[in-house]
């Protein structure tokens, strides 16, 4: 199978993915497509037609199952289809389970992935199949959707016979419905109860008679993006590659009652439960992970298997406490339940992956023995690739680099989650860190330039970034709307694409001019604003009745924010080295004036001169670590004090202090100051999380909601960009600084990822200074500065 995946401002290069098996049927990797077929699928060339159910309702929950047989004389050297679904399917030629999809997107744009099925056809009767999935009241807050539907378009005349229209045929599949235990605060799609003796058993094969089936009903003709008069789903093609799958190890049986089992689970082969016993078995898979489920099951008739996933177990008091220990702990987690037809062999998947770290087995048999003879689990994930390393002397720091890596590596498949367990939405505050961490480790760029784009897609009418994107629940976090511009001065510094960029500056302008409206022209600061205006999550910023959106700071409702004005002014900064570049001069020198007229406006009203310290707002009613982070980025510090504020940060524990979030903005903070070889030694939030046996980062501190959340994966970034020191000296990365701030560490080793190649480098500490080797890819130049020292780097090996 072959697949090439194209955006609409660059044709990206083929990607060769390696597959592993799922449900026992293999998925292959895909490599070339005819360029042809990129013209006809982005004019209104467009011949197939949505279809959807017959006779069951299109908007309300539902599993819907689409068949269409077609002959082929020969076997073909290549079929090439592209396939779209609302909301979401699983393809199948011939009972092979070809992909999932479609990559999470808007209605303007709808994604559709492309696949050559040759493989999977033969000569004389062929089939192919779809189970489309619709979740109703129940969609997960990430969906879009009109109504269910498929979506399959042959790129050429001969593969245009398996075009849906006329002749597919349809059945909702009553086997499923949603499971809705330990649901409520969860914002993905629901788990999934299966009835065995309701499911289609082989439908997805030529041998299963569907005369029974209905005709599929056909809807409107699709249209590309871009080309129409009116759209339902404007179609675009999928921009970054299909997902890494692979199975994870087998699990450990950590308590049972009702049998008597330890060790690791099926080790032994097959596992038989007699009639008229309660079995309860807790799993665990030793890490974190996002996984495709399936279990195979023979007899058991009239039983009940249940499934439920968690992150963490919990105490009697509610608490997680350390994530190793199961004793006197319960799982609260969602569930799938399955009631077994019987007969032989029977696999149930449920329709989405899961993520766990532990799971517990319920079951009941009835009058018929049931065997478990399957359990497999197979991750699901963006396929980064851990480019990246880093080594030093110091072995916790390596264990918090896997374990970060881990967290970012749940945290991405189709779009970046802000986490896998409860939400699975694209937030920029945590897309931003993520594009980072992507960046440096993996050196792939592609999910980050969707996220830019599915976000700035999301604007308003009133101008400002909805907060998350894609979604059908409107959120807006207007702090969040400046880091987007953030993430995109980012990309601008480290990939050489200023078309990409230069795409996106009416958005950036367009943002500005809305914070601009909302400055008290009386105080020069930001005035009353709407929306929530989260910056992060202390203790001292909670939810209340008063204040009915927690992580907001003083002045973030009713006006003259310090930290909400300086985060405006350290944007400024970035938004006019954007527009600079593209020589946009008089607008450069707006914003350059404006972030001045902030800070001074946040100096005058807000900064206390006995402590030295700017309070967080215009009454001066606390202080905090986020006010004077934000006044050393923007600049209100300046230069010659930004050192001294910051040791005040470190030493006064009376300030409100930065969670795991803002302590990237800290360490940014940091860095600027003068300080950055205080690092290493300034990472006792990660630590704690590891002695309590996390295997990826918390949201926060305990007590914390998700035990993996994105944004807590920052030091994979600045163990290289701050530690080792690589950072783009100028836009496109097209040469480099490096500036190493190895702190208490005697040596550190790492390898960087950039547009031309790998940065390797070796220094060591002695008594006076650094020493070692530094190796750029070849073309590319830049300086090494440390204590002083400003040596010119050449391509390849420099001795320091």
Wanted: net charge neutral.
């Amino acid at each position: 199978m072959t697949i090439k995946n194209y955006n609409t401002s660059r044709i990206i290069g083929c990607c060769i993915l390696c597959w592993q098996l799922l449900a026992s049927i293999a998925y292959s990797a895909f490599a070339s497509v005819p360029q042809h077929f990129f013209d006809v699928l982005t004019d209104r060339r467009w011949t197939a037609h949505w279809i959807g159910p017959a006779t069951a309702s299109p908007y309300d929950y539902g599993v819907h199952l689409f068949r269409k047989e077609f002959s082929l004389k020969d076997k073909p050297r290549q079929f090439i289809i592209h396939i779209s679904a609302d909301q979401r399917y699983a393809l199948f030629v011939n009972g092979h389970l070809v992909g999932r999809g479609p990559a999470a997107g808007g209605l303007l744009t709808w994604n559709y992935e492309t696949f050559d099925i040759a493989a999977h056809i033969r000569p004389g009767q062929n089939l192919i199949a779809a189970q489309v999935v619709n979740y109703g009241r129940w969609t997960p807050g990430a969906q879009m959707t009109v109504s269910s539907g498929l979506l399959v378009q042959g790129d050429s005349d001969m593969e245009q016979v398996v075009n849906t229209g006329t002749g597919w045929r349809t059945i909702k599949n009553d086997a499923y419905s949603p499971s809705l235990a330990n649901m409520s605060a969860i914002d993905i799609e629901p788990a999934d109860q299966i009835t065995g003796k309701l499911y289609p058993w082989h439908w997805q094969t030529l041998a299963y008679n569907d005369a029974h089936w209905e005709e599929a009903a056909v809807n409107e003709r699709a249209q590309s993006a871009g080309t129409a008069t009116e759209y339902t789903r404007a179609m675009q093609p999928r921009s970054i590659p299909l997902p890494e799958l692979k199975e994870e190890p087998a699990m450990q049986i950590r308590r049972s009652a009702g049998l008597t089992l330890k060790g690791t689970f099926l080790a032994g082969g097959a596992i038989t439960i007699a009639p008229h016993t309660k079995v309860s078995l807790l799993l665990d898979q030793g890490y974190l992970t996002n996984a495709f489920v399936e279990t195979v099951i023979g007899g058991g008739a009239g039983s009940m298997f249940a499934i439920s996933y968690a992150e963490a177990l919990y105490d009697h008091m509610g608490n997680k406490g350390n994530r190793n220990e199961v004793d006197g702990k319960t799982l609260r987690g969602v569930q799938d339940i399955i009631y077994p037809a019987g007969g032989p062999s029977r696999s149930y998947q449920p329709l989405n992956f899961k993520t766990f770290r532990y799971i517990q087995l319920d079951i009941e048999t009835k009058e018929e023995p049931l065997t478990i003879e399957k359990f497999a689990r197979t991750f699901v994930g963006y396929p980064f690739k851990e480019l990246a390393r880093f080594e030093s002397n110091n072995k916790k720091l390596d264990q918090i680099w896997r374990t970060g890596w881990r967290t970012a590596r749940l945290c991405a498949v189709d779009v970046y989650y802000d986490c896998p367990y409860y939400e699975r939405l694209q937030y920029t505050g945590d897309t931003r860190i993520q594009s980072l961490v992507s960046l440096y480790v993996s050196g792939d760029d592609r999910l980050m330039r969707k996220a830019i784009s599915d976000l700035a897609s999301s604007m308003v009418a009133e101008g400002i970034l909805q907060s998350r994107y894609p979604t059908h629940h409107t959120q807006i976090i207007p702090p969040f709307s400046l880091y987007w511009i953030n993430m995109l001065h980012d990309y601008h510094m480290h990939r050489p694409d200023p078309a990409f960029v230069k795409l996106y500056l009416p958005t950036v302008e367009r943002i500005i001019q809305w914070y601009t409206n909302r400055i008290n022209p009386q105080t020069g600061m930001l005035g009353a604003m709407p929306h929530w205006n989260f910056v992060d999550w202390p203790d001292e910023w909670p939810w209340s009745s008063e204040r009915p959106s927690g992580g907001v700071p003083p002045g973030g409702i009713e006006g003259g924010s310090a930290i909400l004005s300086l985060q405006l002014a350290y944007t400024l900064k970035e938004a006019a080295a954007l527009l600079s570049y593209f020589g946009e001069e008089g607008k450069t020198g707006n914003y350059l004036a404006l972030n001045k007229s902030l800070n001074a406006a946040v100096i005058t009203h807000c900064y206390e001169a006995q402590r030295g310290l700017i309070a967080d707002d215009i009454n001066r009613s606390s202080y905090s670590q986020h006010a004077n982070i934000m006044g050393i980025l923007s600049d209100a510090i300046p230069d010659n004090l930004q050192r001294d504020v910051f040791l005040k940060l470190e030493s006064d524990s009376s300030l409100i202090q930065a969670t795991v979030f803002y302590r990237f903005y800290l360490t940014r903070a940091m860095k600027k100051a003068g300080l950055a070889n205080m690092y290493v030694d300034n990472m006792d939030i990660w630590k704690n999380m590891l002695d309590l046996g996390l295997s990826t980062f918390a949201e926060r501190p305990e007590p914390a909601r998700s035990d993996c959340h994105a944004w807590s994966a920052s030091p994979n970034y600045d163990f290289l960009a701050t530690v080792c020191g690589v950072e783009p000296a100028s836009p496109g990365f097209e040469t480099v600084l490096i500036q190493p701030n190895l702190g208490s560490l005697s040596f550190v080793k790492g390898e960087i990822p950039h547009p031309q190649g790998i940065i390797k480098l070796h220094l060591r500490k002695t008594d006076t200074n650094l020493t070692g080797e530094i190796t750029l890819p070849k073309g590319l130049s830049g300086v090494y500065r440390h204590q002083g020292r400003n040596i010119k780097l050449l391509g390849g090996t420099n001795n320091i």
